[in-house]
Nanobody
C-alpha cells in the first residue's frame, strides 16, 4: 500500500503561482512514477504531469507545459507541482497518484494509488 497526501491548494489570482505537494508513505520503494491529475466540475479527470520516481523522465499535459513544473525530493518522499501563470481554467481538484508499473503513463486508469485531492481555485 502507498498513501498519498496532497497539500498546498488554495485560491490564486490569474497570473499567480501556487505550489502543490504530495507526500508519499508506505511501500514507496515499489513506486515507479508519481503523477498529478486534475478534475473540474462536470469534466473528466485530466492528466497534468508525471515524473519517474527514480529516473529523470517528466511528462506534461499540453495545457500546462511551459507553465507547470513537476519535481521531487526522494529523501522526503515528496513530489511537487509548481504552477505559474495560473488561469481560471486551471481551477480544479488536483490529485496526486502513484503508478507501480514499469512504463510511464498519462492514463489515470494505470495509476494504482490516489490522494484525496486538493482544491485549486483561480479567480479572474
Amino acid at each position: 500500500q502507498v498513501q498519498l497526501v496532497e497539500s498546498g491548494g488554495g485560491l490564486a489570482q490569474t497570473g499567480g503561482v501556487l505550489r502543490l505537494s504530495c507526500a508519499a508513505s508506505g511501500r514507496t520503494f515499489s513506486v515507479n512514477a508519481l503523477g498529478w491529475f486534475r478534475q473540474a466540475p462536470s469534466k473528466e479527470r485530466e492528466f497534468v504531469a508525471a515524473t519517474s520516481w527514480t529516473g529523470g523522465s517528466t511528462y506534461y499535459g499540453d495545457l500546462v507545459k511551459d507553465r507547470f513544473t513537476i519535481s521531487k525530493d526522494i529523501a522526503k518522499n515528496t513530489v511537487y507541482l509548481q504552477m505559474k501563470s495560473l488561469k481560471p481554467e486551471d481551477t480544479a481538484v488536483y490529485y496526486c497518484a502513484a503508478r507501480m508499473g514499469t512504463v510511464m503513463s498519462t492514463n489515470s486508469a494505470q495509476y494504482d494509488y490516489w490522494g484525496q485531492g486538493t482544491q485549486v481555485t483561480v479567480s479572474s
